[in-house]
């Protein structure tokens, strides 16, 4: 937990549990838990099956690019906005309030994205 950081983290495994204000968080090739919660703090992040990712953040971008097999995705923001590309497994939610964007793409390794943000944009990659 901190006010402000700068974190980087490039592999490894098991449960990662990262807390801040402000600052930039960059975790890759990570294999496990990771959860994430900041105010402003921008994150980016590379997964893979069977990874579960879970950000929540105010005003704080994130970057979650999906590496290889199947996922169950929630993606969503009150004010901000959300970029993913046309035509893969992601489907914009048409409903009122927070803008949401899921989907799941099946395949013999399974993980896990829930990215929450209140203004902070939201991409997929």
Known sequence: ESRAASLSIDGGSGEL????VSGE???????GVIHGKGTAAK????????ADVNITTISGSVLMQWKSGGAKVFL???RGTIHFP???FLKEGDRE???V????RRAKSM????IKTESGPITWR
Do not use: I, R, Y
């Open 101 to 104: 964007v899921e989907g799941s």
């Open 86 to 88: 046309p035509g893969n």
């Open 25 to 31: 968080v960059k975790v890759m090739a990570f294999s």
């Open 111 to 114: 993980g896990q994205v829930f």
């Open 97 to 99: 309030g927070p803008k």
């Open 43 to 50: 994150w980016q992040l590379s997964a893979a099956a069977p």
């Open 17 to 20: 549990d990262v807390q801040t």
């Open 76 to 78: 969503t923001s009150t």
